[in-house]
């Protein structure tokens, strides 16, 4: 099979289906010897039978939430343990046993249906109180109940924390939330039916240096649960006939390639990010937490460009607290201390939703209530999440914050009206990853005080291009010269308001359009953590004196192709300089 290289390297290992276990909440459910595809129905027999299933369902549950929470504490901490602790608490409460019983026993209901409609109507009861706190509360409930549900169903709870070593995942497409749960450090390589190389899947796998392939046509139906796969992420080829030799070799490459890796980070981690003249240019990272921080640093990044805050989000069953949010941010700032950290604000919806938050369907949701619009529309959640930033940046910290997805002024005027007065140095930035943005970027910038171009979306947009949809992908084309002579009507406006400007997309993680940026003004360039060493190494073979000529031939090239190619010709760095040391 094959489907678009996404992230470099070669993977082996057993196939793990990622995916959300459907319940189905009639009248029926699996037999007693239950299996994933839940192919052998059982009939409810009797009220007994089914409070018998909803006791064994109790039983599977706790001992997932106790082995979770003990490995919550671990990795998070007391504070994110405590949450997992009280869903265990409503597991095992008595209302949820009573509600159920009476369920079962009065209405004939069978037990996945009981647990279902008591967690919903407990819900819904939180939502409509006046307090915060316990309409917090409805997706935790939710959220207990899916899995004790899953429980009674399957007799398990299916947990991606709980990666097999080597897991190869498979899944039709990778969402945040899933990404979030992962134990990447069990994981081999990642394959997805859908998505291209600006998914969520392919920016993670880039960023650990696990291999990828995304856009694999018909991979779902094509694999199977515990199968073994060798993956190619340079080639984008996903090989499901293996033998003893195929094995051998890809254990081969993969020794060297570690073996090359451990090289190529300590020569970035020491090169210095300046053109063949000595001239500099800042080189900063995207992330998603601490350990990408952490990471981040050991490459050399000069600070953090873009800390994806929805990743923190969906690691927690709810709203992440102040406290929460502000032990991570500090966190990532000691991590990268002394350079700066911009942190954008949640950015959700659409292609990454909130498990526990779930608002209504979308006929287009790239067009919905997503970035800063959500947040709106929720400003206690924003009003938290400044008041968790500017208590980092109050205790001396060098931290940003970044709006994203705007279209307005008003919508800046909103954001720093939340900034508590003793953070109002708090330097607040905003996002351009739209048209409306493009058009009005000096109205924009006079209120900003900075800007970063989010590349991928601004695509999309511009083109109306899918980015997730394979059969579109060749459209997408970073170098169209429409994308070209909106980058340079940004960095226009950002320069004029005396702001800097830097770009967060996919666009800065590739030498040729990394230099590109370079050449149109851009001040910052913000990259995927593994594309930090060939962007050093590409791009110090490039003399500053070629940029504005470049520049020149950018905005006059005929199309996509043409000015690609005048990019290409300016790169003569050595791209593996590692490997001469």
Not at 169 to 191: C, F, G, K, Y
Not at 326 to 348: G, K, Q, T
Not at 500 to 528: F, N, R, T, W, Y
Request: glycine letters at 8%; one cysteine or more; a negative charge.
């Amino acid at each position: 099979m094959t489907g678009i290289p996404s992230s470099s390297g070669i993977g082996a290992g057993t196939v793990y289906l990622l995916h959300e276990r459907e319940v189905p909440l009639g009248r029926t459910g699996p037999s007693s010897s239950r299996n994933d595809g839940g192919t052998r129905s059982h009939t409810r027999r009797s009220s007994e039978s089914e409070m018998e299933r909803f006791g064994r369902g109790i039983k599977v549950a706790a001992v997932y939430y106790s082995a979770l929470i003990e490995r919550i504490r671990e990795k998070l901490g007391e504070d994110e343990a405590e949450i997992f602790e009280g869903h265990l608490e409503i597991l095992t409460g008595e209302d949820m046993a009573e509600a159920v019983e009476e369920a079962i026993m009065e209405r004939e209901a069978i037990a996945e249906r009981a647990v279902i409609d008591f967690v919903e109507e407990t819900a819904r009861e939180f939502e409509e109180l006046e307090s915060d706190y316990f309409r917090q509360r409805a997706g935790d409930l939710r959220d207990i109940g899916r899995r004790l549900a899953e429980a009674i169903y399957y007799g398990s709870i299916s947990d991606p924390a709980e990666l097999p070593e080597n897991s190869v995942i498979v899944a039709e497409e990778l969402t945040p939330s899933a990404t979030a749960r992962l134990d990447t450090e069990q994981v081999a390589a990642i394959i997805t039916e859908k998505g291209g190389r600006t998914s969520h899947a392919a920016i993670l796998a880039r960023s650990l240096s696990i291999p990828c392939v995304t856009g694999v046509e018909g991979l779902i139906a094509a694999v199977r649960s515990g199968q073994q796969v060798l993956v190619d992420g340079d080639a984008g080829t996903v090989d499901t006939d293996l033998d003893h030799k195929k094995l051998s070799e890809a254990r081969k490459r993969k020794e060297t390639a570690r073996k090359e890796e451990e090289k190529r980070r300590t020569w970035s981690k020491m090169a210095a990010p300046e053109l063949a003249d000595g001239k500099p240019y800042a080189l900063m990272a995207n992330v998603g937490g601490v350990a990408e921080a952490e990471q981040a640093a050991s490459f050399g990044a000069a600070g953090i460009g873009l800390f994806r805050t929805e990743f923190l989000f969906m690691r927690f069953s709810d709203f992440p607290g102040l406290d929460q949010q502000a032990d991570e941010y500090r966190a990532v700032c000691r991590a990268m201390a002394p350079a700066p950290v911009i942190v954008r604000l949640l950015d959700c919806g659409a292609d990454k939703p909130l498990p526990y938050a779930p608002h209504p369907p979308e006929d287009n949701p790239f067009l919905g209530e997503r970035g800063i619009r959500y947040l709106l529309a929720r400003e206690t959640q924003l009003k938290i999440q400044i008041q968790a930033i500017a208590r980092v940046f109050e205790e001396g910290h060098q931290i940003k914050a970044m709006i994203p997805m705007v279209i307005s002024a008003s919508e800046i005027d909103a954001v720093r009206s939340l900034v508590p007065a003793g953070a109002s140095a708090l330097p607040v930035g905003i996002m351009v990853e739209t048209p409306a943005s493009v058009m009005i970027v000096d109205r924009l910038a006079e209120k900003a005080d900075f800007i970063s171009i989010g590349t991928n979306d601004l695509v999309q947009y511009l083109l109306t291009v899918d980015r997730g949809n394979p059969r579109v992908s060749a459209y997408y084309q970073e170098f169209h010269p429409a994308v070209l002579a909106a980058i340079s009507r940004i960095v226009e406006g950002a320069h004029k308001a005396g702001i800097h400007v830097g770009v967060c997309g996919d666009m800065a993680s590739h030498p040729d359009s990394a230099l590109a940026l370079l050449a149109l003004g851009v001040d910052e360039i913000s990259a995927g953590i593994n594309a930090i060493p060939e962007l050093k190494a590409c791009l110090a073979g490039t003399r500053a004196s070629t940029l504005d000529e470049l520049a020149s031939r950018l905005m006059t090239a005929a199309d996509a192709d043409e000015a690609r190619m005048h990019a290409k010709k300016l790169i003569s760095g050595d791209p593996v300089p590692w490997k001469a040391e």
